[in-house]
T-cell receptor
Framework: GDSVTQMEGPVTLSEEAFLTINCTYT??????LFWYVQYPGEGLQLLLK?????DKGSNKGFEATYRKETTSFHLEKGSVQVSDSAVYFCALSPFYSSASKIIFGSGTRLSIRP | GAVVSQHPSWVICKSGTSVKIECRSLDFQATTMFWYRQFPKQSLMLMATSNEGSKATYEQGVEKDKFLINHASLTLSTLTVTSAHPEDSSFYIC???????????FGPGTRLTVL
């Protein structure tokens, strides 16, 4: 079945460092791909998404490109801030899902040191 | 906008009792809500899709008689864990879909501990 695999955390970086969180997926056809973020004490928020191959989603300095050939959707940010500390979830919605079913990865906890 | 709340945020109960968790869309109407379960250091697993005015659709392996879902209005869905056991202890998260943008908005979650 469809699934999402993302790098295990926790990831600890210094402020202004470059961030990459790897995400690969297994799915039939062309799913939609998402990154969600969960800040401490809050619900999941959609960070960015891409709905077709080679699309690039971007928001708040984060980017991810839908790579069909490598079935990947890696999250990147050029210069992280302390306020980026959160748990990040990679996710997909199967192409056949009419009810917006979402399949999540296990989440990666990111901590940024001042 | 598009805020979803859950109540309670945490609950402790004795084995054999039932617990109700509420999920509310505060500033929009949602014909479809979703219930997820998250184990420590694991991903969110979809339990069921809650449809306003009709029966919920459960994922394979989820006991519908144990996890009762009621979506009685366009802003409220409830999940009742019946005859709870320690293995039901988990973090339960709901989401509500805003149809005009076809996006799910998530609640902050409810931590259930069954003693």
């Amino acid at each position: 079945g469809d699934s999402v695999t993302q790098m295990e955390g926790p990831v600890t970086l210094s402020e202004e460092a470059f961030l990459t969180i790897n995400c690969t997926y297994t799915a039939t056809g062309y799913p939609s791909l998402f990154w969600y973020v969960q800040y401490p004490g809050e619900g999941l928020q959609l960070l960015l998404k891409a709905t077709k191959a080679d699309d690039k989603g971007s928001n708040k300095g984060f980017e991810a490109t839908y790579r069909k050939e490598t079935t990947s959707f890696h999250l990147e940010k050029g210069s992280v801030q302390v306020s980026d500390s959160a748990v990040y979830f990679c996710a997909l919605s199967p192409f056949y899902s009419s009810a917006s079913k979402i399949i999540f990865g296990s989440g990666t906890r990111l901590s940024i040191r001042p | 906008g598009a805020v979803v709340s859950q109540h309670p945020s945490w609950v402790i109960c004795k084995s054999g009792t039932s617990v109700k968790i509420e999920c509310r869309s505060l500033d929009f109407q949602a014909t479809t809500m979703f219930w997820y379960r998250q184990f420590p250091k694991q991903s969110l697993m979809l339990m069921a899709t809650s449809n306003e005015g009709s029966k919920a659709t459960y994922e394979q392996g989820v006991e519908k008689d144990k996890f009762l879902i009621n979506h009685a209005s366009l802003t409220l869905s409830t999940l009742t864990v019946t005859s709870a056991h320690p293995e039901d202890s988990s973090f339960y998260i709901c989401s509500a879909r805003l149809d005009r943008v076809n996006e799910q908005f998530f609640g902050p979650g409810t931590r259930l501990t069954v003693l």
